[in-house]
């Protein structure tokens, strides 16, 4: 076996050095009330965006807790979503100007993303347009939140094979997305919460042997070229984190901490075999949501699963992808055990 070279040597000694130095200047990290935090953020940026854990009860609660507090709509403009179809932002633009929008209409705008999948068919998607569409019934027009609906726009009726439906998708989501903020947020002077899955939110690049380290996701698309600096947070529902820091599972929920300098970002983000890549290098705070095993998952409604047209149409639509190799369980499978379909 050949022995390792004198200056790859270093390097290692090096590497190792920096990142102990590192630990030992990590301070432990604060709980601050969320709420609080995020409008200050809005402070020194003019994007600042949340992850959204697919699903996720606690972090849906959060969300509209957020929205609905005062001092939102007096800093904030725009909310840029995941989960809904730019062909559809004339109707939801009308609907939380307060118009009569039919509910046949307004579900076009999750139902018809370019996901195959039912995750925006969950209730906590609905319920943020309609909490909008409540808080803005009790503002001025001119100080009204607008939605931005960030997923591209695909006529569905145009999509019958999965080359159908990736020839839309090879343009970028995040890609309109970014288009999408430039143009309608940036580009007038506003503000704007950003609700994205997570992996759209990260700076890092975490597969291994990467050619470049950072990553391709909303906010690396935004802060790599200096379109805009974005404040970021990551609703961290898997992981115990007394795993990072030991007294994090006794604090109050929920609770935002600060990740650049403290115990909580030197934590590691990633596992083995990936990239090691820390938590401040991905968000630049952590919400507390509770302990794992408080976190619970939203259901789709009984009475969308007795409609045979909806579930005709998902299963139509999830049969257009391939599953993922070895994967135990398909989508449509998820579909028929959500529903209760034998």
């Given at each position: 076996?050949?022995?390792i070279?004198?200056?790859?040597?270093?390097?290692c000694?090096?590497?190792v050095a920096?990142?102990?130095?590192?630990?030992?200047?990590?301070?432990?990290?604060?709980?601050?009330?969320?709420?609080?935090?995020?409008?200050?953020?809005?402070?020194?940026?003019?994007?600042?965006?949340?992850g959204?854990p697919h699903?996720?009860?606690?972090?849906?609660?959060?969300?509209?807790k957020?929205?609905r507090d005062r001092?939102?709509?007096?800093?904030?403009?725009d909310?840029v979503?995941e989960?809904?179809s730019a062909?559809?932002?004339d109707?939801v633009d009308?609907?939380?100007?307060?118009?009569d929008v039919?509910?046949?209409s307004l579900?076009?705008?999750?139902?018809?993303?370019?996901q195959?999948?039912f995750?925006?068919?969950?209730?906590?998607?609905?319920?943020?347009?309609?909490?909008v569409?409540?808080?803005n019934m009790s503002l001025p027009?001119?100080?009204?939140?607008r939605v931005l609906?960030g997923?591209?726009?695909i006529?569905?009726t145009?999509?019958?094979?999965?080359?159908?439906?990736?020839?839309?998708?090879?343009?970028?989501?995040?890609?309109?997305?970014?288009r999408?903020?430039q143009?309608e947020?940036l580009?007038k002077g506003?503000?704007?919460?950003?609700?994205?899955?997570d992996q759209?939110?990260?700076?890092?690049?975490?597969i291994?042997?990467?050619?470049?380290?950072?990553?391709r996701?909303?906010?690396?698309?935004?802060?790599?070229?200096?379109?805009?600096t974005?404040?970021?947070?990551?609703p961290?529902?898997?992981?115990?984190?007394?795993?990072?820091?030991?007294?994090?599972?006794?604090?109050p929920?929920?609770?935002?901490a600060?990740t650049?300098?403290?115990?909580?970002?030197?934590?590691?983000?990633?596992?083995?075999?990936?990239?090691?890549?820390?938590?401040?290098?991905?968000?630049?705070?952590?919400?507390?949501?509770?302990?794992?095993?408080?976190?619970?998952?939203?259901k789709?409604a009984p009475?969308?699963?007795?409609?045979?047209?909806?579930v005709?149409?998902?299963?139509?639509?999830?049969?257009?992808?391939?599953?993922p190799?070895?994967a135990?369980?398909?989508p449509?499978?998820l579909?028929k055990?959500?529903?209760?379909?034998?």
């Amino acid at each position: 076996m050949r022995g390792i070279s004198t200056s790859a040597l270093a390097v290692c000694v090096a590497v190792v050095a920096a990142a102990a130095l590192h630990a030992q200047s990590a301070t432990p990290a604060k709980p601050i009330e969320p709420i609080a935090a995020i409008i200050q953020a809005f402070q020194t940026h003019s994007l600042v965006a949340i992850g959204d854990p697919h699903g996720n009860e606690q972090a849906a609660a959060f969300r509209l807790k957020l929205i609905r507090d005062r001092r939102f709509a007096a800093t904030v403009n725009d909310i840029v979503v995941e989960f809904g179809s730019a062909r559809y932002q004339d109707v939801v633009d009308r609907f939380e100007r307060g118009e009569d929008v039919s509910a046949d209409s307004l579900r076009h705008v999750w139902q018809d993303t370019t996901q195959v999948e039912f995750d925006w068919d969950l209730p906590p998607y609905e319920e943020l347009f309609r909490a909008v569409r409540a808080v803005n019934m009790s503002l001025p027009q001119d100080r009204r939140l607008r939605v931005l609906l960030g997923d591209p726009p695909i006529d569905w009726t145009t999509i019958h094979t999965g080359r159908d439906l990736m020839s839309v998708m090879e343009a970028g989501r995040d890609e309109h997305a970014v288009r999408v903020i430039q143009t309608e947020v940036l580009a007038k002077g506003r503000k704007a919460l950003i609700i994205y899955g997570d992996q759209h939110l990260i700076r890092r690049n975490a597969i291994p042997n990467a050619p470049q380290p950072w990553a391709r996701g909303l906010v690396a698309q935004l802060e790599r070229p200096g379109i805009a600096t974005v404040f970021t947070v990551h609703p961290e529902t898997r992981r115990d984190w007394n795993t990072w820091q030991t007294d994090a599972s006794a604090w109050p929920v929920p609770s935002l901490a600060l990740t650049k300098g403290t115990t909580l970002g030197n934590g590691l983000f990633t596992a083995a075999p990936q990239r090691e890549v820390r938590v401040e290098d991905q968000f630049d705070a952590l919400l507390y949501l509770g302990p794992p095993s408080a976190m619970t998952k939203a259901k789709l409604a009984p009475m969308l699963c007795a409609d045979r047209q909806y579930v005709d149409m998902r299963m139509s639509r999830l049969a257009l992808v391939a599953p993922p190799p070895g994967a135990p369980i398909t989508p449509a499978d998820l579909l028929k055990v959500e529903c209760g379909i034998k």
